[in-house]
């Protein structure tokens, strides 16, 4: 809930693809809002989250499959795959299954 003496802007948003547009104007009829009012809702859901607070790919990963047990795997010696047209090497460290 945003506080009473917050201050309100304006935006516009230019470019918009048609089917975000589209979307948004389902997912507001949906929830029996306007557009306007989904937007502030989604913008302000999804800002009211700090980075550093969100939990990242690999501890949602690991969170999710903790009930399981998880999986060890054993180290692999990196693979050289190729250079670039720069003369850059990549080199890839492929996990085995076991």
Known sequence: ???ALAPTATIT???LDGRVKERLRIRAA???SSMGAEARSILAATL???AEDAPDLVEAIRRRMAPFGGIDLEEHPAVTIGAS???IVV???VPIFT
């Open 1 to 3: 809930m945003a506080h």
């Open 13 to 15: 948003i230019r470019n």
């Open 30 to 32: 949906t929830n029996g």
């Open 48 to 50: 009211a989250v700090d």
């Open 85 to 87: 047209p720069l003369g």
């Open 91 to 93: 080199e890839v460290a």
